[in-house]
């Protein structure tokens, strides 16, 4: 991988991290399309440390009221019952299924998920699911974020989990949990954001130790990637969070679909190669 792709890839993650459309998706396609390598996913989740650090900014008074609050509650038993301290607690839980889940089947992840066929069909079924969970919650009261518990918390990290398979999306698959139980679009995806960032900082750190060894890209294109991501992702969080509080996701379902049956359509016709191939 040189500068220019790496610049590139940046982009695209920094783009598609929060949207539910699958920012890790979006590398392995585009770099098939433009007849690059596969970045792989050591690729992937380091340039997710740039998109994840605008979320610790942009988000950074909602968490430092959390981390606050859930240190207090440790300590002292009044805090116990303030609704951060919980919410600490919650990502916390949350964030179990996709620690385990990923240390169990890391060799898959990284290997045979990320063949094109998979992601095309991930794309459309987990498209579909996002309209059905956006129509549903459409007819009910929305809850808002101060009514999570324990069991939703849980159920919203096994539908994180689900995010190691490339084209499900992380925003995607948590937002459905999310409107499936009930929440609103705009409290399923700031839950969604800050359950998020344990994981991704846990993963991006551990395979930062891969970049620059074996078939992962160099340090000079990757850092430039987590930059440019930071960047325009900072961008599309505040779009997003905009956008939702106002539209539903059906944009996001159709190009998911097309998308989706485009992969398979192109793999079909032997103009993609399914499988990851190799990565420089």
């Not at 009514?147 to 995607?172: D, E, K």
């Not at 599309?236 to 992969?263: E, Q």
Request: hydrophobic share 50%; net charge positive.
């Amino acid at each position: 991988m040189d500068w220019f792709h790496g610049a590139v890839l940046g982009l695209v993650q920094g783009l598609t991290e929060f949207l539910p459309v699958s920012s890790s998706a979006h590398l392995r396609v585009f770099s098939a399309l433009a007849g690059w390598d596969d970045p792989g996913a050591a690729f992937t989740a380091v340039t997710q440390l740039g998109t994840e650090t605008a979320v610790l900014i942009y988000f950074r008074r909602d968490i430092g009221a959390i981390i606050k609050a859930w240190t207090l509650s440790l300590f002292k038993s009044e805090w116990r019952r303030d609704q951060n301290a919980k919410l600490g607690w919650y990502v916390i839980v949350g964030t179990l299924p996709i620690g385990i889940i990923g240390k169990l089947f890391q060799d898959t992840i990284e290997t045979t998920l990320r063949d094109l066929r998979l992601i095309g069909t991930t794309l459309i079924v987990f498209g579909l699911i996002l309209a059905v969970a956006d129509r549903s919650r459409a007819v009910r009261n929305a809850r808002p974020i101060s009514s999570l518990t324990f069991p939703h918390a849980l159920i919203y990290g096994a539908a994180q989990s689900l995010a190691l398979i490339p084209g499900v999306s992380r925003s995607g698959g948590t937002i459905s949990a999310g409107l499936f139980l009930g929440y609103s679009r705009e409290a399923a995806a700031r839950y969604s954001f800050l359950l998020a960032i344990p994981a991704v900082l846990a993963s991006g750190c551990l395979e930062l130790l891969k970049i620059g060894e074996g078939p992962a890209p160099a340090w000079g294109p990757t850092v430039v990637a987590t930059l440019i991501a930071f960047a325009v992702g900072y961008a599309a969080i505040a779009w997003f969070l905009k956008y939702i509080s106002h539209n539903s996701f059906m944009p996001f379902v159709i190009y998911r679909v097309l998308l989706g049956l485009t992969i398979i359509g192109l793999v079909t016709a032997g103009v993609l190669a399914p499988d990851a191939g190799s990565v420089h």
